[in-house]
């Protein structure tokens, strides 16, 4: 029965935000937006069932991660459409960013792992939760990014998205550092050592940083937006596979 609830309401978000990208594409703003609230609820119900089977919030296996960010992507975007009403820009991006994530969890079973001991520690909570809502902002970070790309060069449409996707990009951080941090109290708690239980979280946070700092460097003799733009891009979509995968 459960199981049967979780492929529904994965088909039903995955068929959602396909409608969604299409209304996108043919710029139907209006009506992308009321499908866009049912797309909010159709994820946001797979979440509560996930946490209902579960006991705990979604936090390993492709099937709960992915649903976890989809539920954020689309939020951020409706929030993005309602604060952007004033400007014509049209952004299918953060809509297919959504649909390729939901199809990611083909390759996992769409069932929910069973409570595990420590889900229950506010701070593997914290280290588990952040993690997933950082690469989630990151990844709209990158739509927006995709978006301004397509804009005129010069116009206040292409400096507002490039100026909010570089302020989500900042936001990504602040989230994925706040993470590590909560992945580093709960190992001192447990083992009493915040990197013993692997050393691999320090690096992947030194490394993110270092990614971070790379895609805010661009060069200053480089005057062409376009190029700006890609070399933000490159190391987060870096960062965004080295966590799928």
Known sequence: MTE?????????????????????????????????FITLLSVLIA???????????????TFEKMQN???IIVLLGLIYEFINRKKDINAPEFWIIAVIFQTLAF????????????????FVAMFFQLRLISI???????????????LETGTDE???????????????????????????MWAQ???????????????SGAMFLLALL?????????KNKNVQILLSIIPLLIIIILFLT
């Open 214 to 222: 790379g895609s805010h460097l661009a060069p200053s003799w480089i």
């Open 158 to 184: 292409k400096s507002f998205m490039m100026h909010h996707a570089a302020n989500f990009t900042l936001l990504g951080a602040i989230l994925f550092i706040a993470g590590e941090f909560s992945g580093s």
């Open 69 to 71: 960010m989809v539920l």
């Open 107 to 122: 390759f996992d079973e769409l069932k929910v792992d069973p409570m595990f001991y420590m889900y229950d520690n506010i």
């Open 136 to 150: 989630a902002v990151l990844s709209f970070s990158v739509s927006m990014y995709l978006t301004s790309l397509k």
């Open 47 to 61: 979440v509560i069932n996930i946490y209902l089977q579960s006991g705990h919030l979604p936090m390993s296996g």
């Open 4 to 36: 049967n609830l979780s492929l529904s309401l994965f088909c039903c978000t995955l068929f959602l935000l396909t409608i969604n990208v299409l209304l996108a594409i043919l710029k139907k703003k209006k009506i992308n937006l009321i499908f866009g």
């Open 189 to 203: 708690l447990a083992y009493g050592d915040s990197w013993r239980w692997s050393k691999n979280f320090f690096t």
